[in-house]
């Protein structure tokens, strides 16, 4: 039963692409002007609602009412999704993200580079992430523990 385990999961690992750059220009149009006018607009752009669309075309996720705040987007399972942002060239520590953890499957972290574009996303279940006073959470935890899922990496 181990070794069936064991192979079950190299065989997921094997099989598990994780997404890239080249991914995110196939779906769209025009993507040498689409990040000119992203530099350009940068201080203007609601840098969440751009990760939530980037996420949406990355992993097919229906993207939920831009007013609903119980959760971002449902994926093709039907899962609820919470996707939150951190702009990493900045290189301050974001503060715990205020999330209802009994209303989502997981979250969906996306750290942007200087050019707003994603540099890396990570999906999170619920279950690793450690929730915090006020409604706040924090996922060190999961980063210590390496429970999370590498699914788009820049490069």
């Known amino acids: 039963e181990k070794i069936t385990n064991f192979l079950n999961l190299f065989h997921n690992y094997m099989n598990m692409q994780v997404k890239n750059i080249s991914d995110l220009k196939c ?29 949406s075309i990355l992993f097919e996720l229906k993207l939920s009412d831009k007013y609903n705040e119980l959760f971002d987007a449902v994926d093709k399972e039907g ?56 409604g706040r959470v924090s996922f060190k935890k999961s980063f210590q523990e390496n429970k999370f899922e590498l699914l788009f990496q820049e490069g």
């Open 79 to 134: 899962s609820k999704v919470e996707i939150k942002q951190r702009k990493v060239f900045n290189q301050a520590i974001p503060a715990g993200m205020v999330i209802d953890l009994s209303r989502i499957s997981y979250v969906l972290l996306v750290e942007l580079n200087n050019l707003l574009l994603p540099k890396r996303i990570y999906k999170i279940n619920v279950e690793y992430i450690t929730p915090l006073p006020n």
């Open 27 to 55: 779906n769209i149009p025009d993507f040498d002007n689409f990040s000119k006018d992203i530099i350009k607009y940068k201080h203007i752009i609601d840098s969440g609602r751009l990760s939530e669309w980037y996420c």
